[in-house]
């Protein structure tokens, strides 16, 4: 072997290694600016009022009806603040954030509003509808609570 060909061998390699470095470190990046932009979202107030009603009107299934009955306003933001969990459980499964990430920034918000109030809202949806709507919500938030974040009940 000459040394042109040793040579037009090492300079493929190591451009083959610098594009897997960068490849690398642009996925980091991207999941950065997602949880990022998600966390954004999230902090959003229409999301932090949904957050409230949910946590302050209700406390059971009949609730979680009543209030679709009766304030479709209030239902929709709650459905909102919980869709937008929904979706960050599904991240955090399928790996596009780091679960450790989304649970320390969000943890005890997802226990807290999951807990006594969320799952009932979730039952109330997956009742009148026959499926679940907010899988990933339930996913995130147990995870929170199996992780000691929130409030002992």
């Not at 920034?105 to 226990?111: F, H, M, R, Y």
């Amino acid at each position: 072997m000459d040394w042109i060909a040793l040579g037009s061998m090492l300079a493929a390699a190591s451009a083959f290694t610098l594009s897997i470095i960068a490849l690398l470190v642009s996925r980091k990046q991207e999941k950065r600016i997602l949880f990022l932009s998600l966390n954004e979202r999230l902090m959003q107030p229409e999301l932090q009022e949904g957050r409230t009603l949910l946590r302050e009107s209700i406390e059971s299934t009949s609730d979680a009806e009543n209030v679709y009955a009766l304030n479709k306003n209030q239902h929709w933001s709650i459905s909102r603040a919980v869709a937008m969990f929904d979706l960050l459980g599904l991240y955090v499964k399928h790996g596009y954030i780091k679960k450790d990430l989304a649970l320390e920034e969000w943890g005890k918000t997802l226990t807290l509003s999951y807990e006594g109030h969320g799952e009932h809202f979730v039952r109330a949806r997956e009742e009148a509808l026959g499926w679940s709507p907010y899988p990933h919500f339930k996913y995130i938030a147990e995870m929170a609570r199996r992780e000691g974040l929130g409030h002992p009940r």
